[in-house]
Structures are given as structure tokens and as C-alpha cells.
């Protein structure tokens, strides 16, 4: 059996959409499961678009993300060269073939005439002009230097026909398919002509891509075929979608996996999350390390249908992956973070980390639910009211001194401790213990939610601060 062999072809335009990283990922969760080769190529012939340093982001991207090749420019392989601006004279040779059988022609049609060249709808059509050139007609204008391109020659009628693995059968009429440039003025190929050199030249036997390509995947099968090559196999996936109108688009700056990284979300959580995006497992687990996802991928599971891009869901997803960390895990990955915090360096920060852990579903948020710990101030004693916990201003205005005088006969000034005392005072005033624990963390913090509840605050801000906290929080009730 022919050993599966995909590949991730992208352009240096930028930072690595969304998108690209999902092909990539089924690219490389298939050639996995069926004990293949992932094989990375920059397609980088597009000079115009290309941007400096976008393709150490794509190698950057691939390697933290774990979604890793077997084969590419930086790790090399049999097939190389793995960037197509390496492989020119590769182009030129393939092309002069394709010429030869028919497959293509040389045109040396200006600009200006090709501009003029509109069909019914206004849309720029070639007409087949230099394909009625004869072999000396075109060697005298070669040997003249005049700049000239390579176009594919197009049938005018027929259809061309293939099977896609996720849409089924898929016919294209010949006539709706330009003859379109092969190899630029320039002698650089265009996207066109190149994939279909390279898939073949570097063994692909399944091409997985957008359904952006479903329409021209014929005119590739019309090279293959004029080659006498086997058509790779076609795997089209649905587009993501930013909402129910929008495409998730790179142009349009829509996120990176480096943004969501530096935003704090789980690297894990990422690369889980965007596999979901077009794909269902046929169990109902959601949550799966990169392992799992190589065990469960199968094609029957890809839909046809677009995926609505959910930063909430991911969110959710990222969370979950910190909720099932050890602490030391948790400390290395948010110990960056805590340090943008306005309380880091105040306070213990294994204390800090351990009200946070399983509270925060991104890392960026620590800074936000501790910050209330340096902003403590004058509140609103509207907020100790609460009637399910049957607290308010005046119940607060009575206990606060008591909780004062409660902590600080404590000696050991441990969340535990801390706990059980509170417990008991709310049995010998016989009040609610949710009351009392409810006045003793807003009259603390000044807030009326914040991770963790009145005594592990505490014991984060220690004796002298908690009790010079209360006696503020009472000046203000009293």
C-alpha cells in the first residue's frame, strides 16, 4: 500500500491565520493516522504579497503549536527544495513540457491588448490569440527578447470531472475556466501551475486544502492528465466563518494562533479547539490532546457545512486545560502574566496563583481578577447588602467589630484557621455563616465578587492588612 503523504503549503504574507493552522493540522492529523508523512512547503512565488520574517512565523507556529512536519525547507528530506522560489528552473523545464504536449502555449500578448479583452459580464477574458503562433513565429520572438507568458490551454468544451473525499462528485464546464498563466513574465510560476509540479515532484498523494480550490481543482486535473500523472486524491475543507456572513479572513486581521498565545489562552486549548472547527469526533469529547485528536481524525467526521469561529467556546476549552494542571504546571505558564499584575511583588505569588488557578480560563486574566487587591478604597456599603445571604449594611455595621476581634485573636494566620473562626462566630451571634462570610470579604476587598472567597484573601493580605481593611470597612458603616 502507497504510504500516505500530505502537505501544508502556505505563503509568507504574514502571520499564520487561523485557517492555514486547521489545514495544516488535518494535514497532519491524517498523514498520522494512517502512518504517513506531513510535509511543509512555502509557496512563496507571489513577491508582491511576500512579507519579511512571515516564514520563521510559520516555522515558529508549527513547532509550539506541536503540529511539526516530517519534511520542509528548515528540516530538509528527499524531495527538496521545499520553498518554490528555489525550485525556478524545476518550473521552466515542466512548463517547456506542457507546451510540448499541448498542455499549454507561449503568449507574448501585451498588457494594454489583454486589458481590452472583456467579455459579456466585463471581466477580463484571454482569447486564445497566441495559440495559433507557429514554432517559429514563437522561437523569433523568444530570440527578439520579447517578454512572453505561458498560459494553460483550456478545452472550449467538455467538463472536467473529479471526486472529492468530503463533497462527493464535482463538475466544472471547461468553458467557465480561463486559460490562465502558468509561468510570469518574470519566470516565476504562478500558484496554479507550481502545486500541481510540486504535489507530484514531492510524492502527495492527498491534497487537502479550502473549498476555495473546489472549482479549480479541474484545470489542475487537465495537467495531471496531459502529464500522464495520477491525480492526487482531493480532500476540500469548509470555510471558518467569523459569523454567519463573514469568512474568518487574514486580510481583514482576524486572529493569529501567536495572537491568542500572547492573549494567554492554553497552547493546548488552541490547537484542540480549531481542530473542532469543521471536524466531530464520533464520541462527544470535546477536550483532546494532540494524541488523542491523531486517534480519533477520520474524514467522515469533517462536515460540508462552514464553522462559526466561537472565542467563547475556545475560551471555555482553555480553562478546562488549566483546571487539570498542577500547580507547578499552572505557575510556570502564569507566572509571565502575574507580573503584569499591579500586585505582583506585594504578596506571595505561589498565594496569588492558588486563588486564580481554576478561576481564570486564560492567562490574561489574571491581572484582572487580582488587581482589585492593590485598588482597595472607599465602596459603596450598598454592597453589603445581600438578601439570600441575608447581609446587609446593618448587620454588617454590628459584626464587623466582632470579625475584627475574632481574627485577631489568631495566631496562625491560615485560610483554615481563618475559616473555622469565622464559622464560629456566625454560631455564637447565630447568624447565617454565608452572612457573615459575605460582610467579611466585601468589607476586605470592596468588592462584590473576587476569586476566592473572605479567608483566602486573608491569609493573602495577612493580620495587619485584613484588620486595618475591617476597621476602614466599619468607619464606613458606622
Given at each position: 500500500m502507497e504510504k500516505v503523504r500530505t502537505r501544508f503549503a502556505p505563503s509568507p504574507t504574514g502571520y499564520l491565520h487561523i485557517g492555514g493552522l486547521r489545514t495544516a493540522l488535518y494535514g497532519y492529523l491524517f498523514a498520522k493516522k494512517q502512518g504517513g508523512d506531513f510535509i511543509l512547503r512555502i509557496e512563496d512565488t507571489d513577491t508582491a504579497r511576500y512579507v519579511d520574517g512571515s516564514v520563521q512565523i510559520i516555522y515558529d507556529t508549527m513547532r509550539d503549536s506541536g503540529v511539526m512536519y516530517d519534511e520542509g525547507?528548515?528540516?530538509?528530506?528527499?524531495?527538496?527544495?521545499?520553498?518554490?522560489?528555489?525550485?525556478?528552473?524545476?518550473?521552466?523545464?515542466?512548463?517547456?513540457?506542457?507546451?510540448?504536449?499541448?498542455?499549454?502555449?507561449?503568449?507574448?500578448?501585451?498588457?494594454?491588448?489583454?486589458?481590452g479583452l472583456k467579455d459579456e459580464s466585463g471581466n477580463v477574458r484571454y482569447d486564445k490569440h497566441?495559440?495559433?503562433?507557429?514554432?517559429?513565429?514563437?522561437?523569433?520572438?523568444?530570440?527578439?527578447?520579447?517578454?512572453?507568458?505561458?498560459?494553460?490551454?483550456?478545452?472550449?468544451?467538455?467538463?472536467?470531472?473529479?471526486?472529492?473525499?468530503?463533497?462527493?462528485?464535482?463538475?466544472?464546464?471547461?468553458?467557465?475556466?480561463?486559460?490562465?498563466?502558468?509561468?510570469?513574465?518574470?519566470?516565476?510560476?504562478?500558484?496554479n501551475f507550481a502545486n500541481v509540479v510540486d504535489d507530484y515532484l514531492m510524492g502527495i498523494t492527498h491534497v487537502i486544502r479550502g473549498t476555495e480550490y473546489l472549482s479549480s481543482t479541474p484545470k489542475y486535473n487537465l495537467m495531471y492528465d496531459a502529464?500522464?500523472?495520477?491525480r492526487p486524491v482531493y480532500i476540500h475543507l469548509p470555510?471558518?466563518?467569523?459569523?454567519?456572513?463573514?469568512?474568518?479572513?487574514?486580510?481583514?486581521?482576524?486572529?493569529?494562533?501567536?495572537?491568542?498565545?500572547?492573549?494567554?489562552?492554553?497552547?493546548?486549548?488552541i490547537v484542540n479547539y480549531?481542530?473542532?472547527?469543521?471536524?466531530?469526533?464520533?464520541?462527544?469529547?470535546?477536550?483532546?490532546?494532540?494524541n488523542d485528536l491523531i486517534e480519533n481524525f477520520s474524514l467522515d467526521g469533517i462536515s460540508k457545512s462552514p464553522s462559526i469561529f466561537d472565542e467563547v467556546k475556545m475560551k471555555w476549552l482553555s480553562g478546562e486545560y488549566i483546571k487539570e494542571m498542577t500547580f507547578e504546571e499552572f505557575k510556570e505558564k502564569a507566572l509571565p502574566?502575574?507580573?503584569?499584575?499591579?500586585?505582583?511583588?506585594?504578596?506571595?505569588?505561589?498565594?496569588?496563583?492558588?486563588?486564580?488557578?481554576?478561576?481564570?480560563?486564560?492567562?490574561?486574566?489574571i491581572a484582572e481578577k487580582l488587581d482589585f487587591l492593590?485598588?482597595?478604597?472607599?465602596?459603596?456599603?450598598?454592597?453589603?447588602?445581600?438578601?439570600?445571604?441575608?447581609?446587609?449594611?446593618?448587620?454588617?455595621?454590628?459584626?464587623?467589630?466582632?470579625?475584627?476581634?475574632?481574627?485577631?485573636?489568631?495566631?496562625?494566620?491560615?485560610?483554615?484557621?481563618?475559616?473555622?473562626a469565622l464559622v464560629e462566630l456566625s454560631a455564637e451571634l447565630d447568624i447565617k455563616k454565608q452572612a457573615v462570610l459575605w460582610i467579611a470579604r466585601v468589607a476586605i476587598t470592596g468588592?462584590?465578587?473576587?476569586?476566592?472567597?473572605?479567608?483566602?484573601?486573608?491569609?493573602?493580605?495577612?493580620?495587619?492588612?485584613?484588620?486595618?481593611?475591617?476597621?476602614?470597612?466599619?468607619?464606613?458603616?458606622?
Open positions: 525547507p528548515d528540516v530538509g528530506g528527499n524531495y527538496g527544495p521545499y520553498v518554490q522560489s528555489e525550485r525556478k528552473n524545476i518550473y521552466k523545464e515542466y512548463a517547456e513540457k506542457l507546451v510540448e504536449l499541448g498542455g499549454a502555449y507561449y503568449c507574448f500578448c501585451s498588457p494594454e491588448r489583454i486589458a497566441c495559440l495559433k503562433l507557429s514554432k517559429e513565429e514563437i522561437a523569433e520572438k523568444i530570440k527578439n527578447g520579447e517578454p512572453y507568458v505561458i498560459r494553460q490551454n483550456v478545452p472550449l468544451e467538455g467538463t472536467g470531472t473529479y471526486t472529492d473525499l468530503v463533497y462527493g462528485e464535482i463538475s466544472v464546464d471547461y468553458k467557465d475556466i480561463e486559460d490562465g498563466i502558468l509561468i510570469k513574465s518574470d519566470g516565476m510560476p504562478t500558484y502529464y500522464g500523472w495520477r470555510p471558518i466563518m467569523k459569523d454567519a456572513q463573514h469568512k474568518l479572513s487574514k486580510r481583514n486581521g482576524d486572529a493569529s494562533y501567536e495572537d491568542f498565545v500572547k492573549k494567554g489562552y492554553v497552547k493546548e486549548s480549531i481542530a473542532l472547527l469543521g471536524w466531530s469526533p464520533k464520541s462527544n469529547v470535546e477536550k483532546m490532546s494532540l502574566f502575574l507580573k503584569e499584575s499591579k500586585v505582583y511583588g506585594k504578596y506571595n505569588e505561589d498565594k496569588l496563583l492558588s486563588l486564580v488557578k481554576g478561576r481564570v480560563q486564560i492567562y490574561s486574566e492593590a485598588e482597595f478604597g472607599a465602596f459603596d456599603t450598598a454592597l453589603f447588602e445581600n438578601q439570600k445571604q441575608k447581609a446587609s449594611a446593618q448587620v454588617a455595621k454590628k459584626i464587623l467589630p466582632k470579625i475584627k476581634e475574632k481574627l485577631a485573636g489568631i495566631d496562625a494566620w491560615e485560610n483554615s484557621n481563618l475559616f473555622s468588592k462584590e465578587s473576587t476569586p476566592g472567597g473572605a479567608t483566602e484573601i486573608a491569609e493573602l493580605l495577612g493580620k495587619e492588612e485584613t484588620l486595618a481593611r475591617l476597621d476602614f470597612a466599619f468607619d464606613l458603616v458606622k
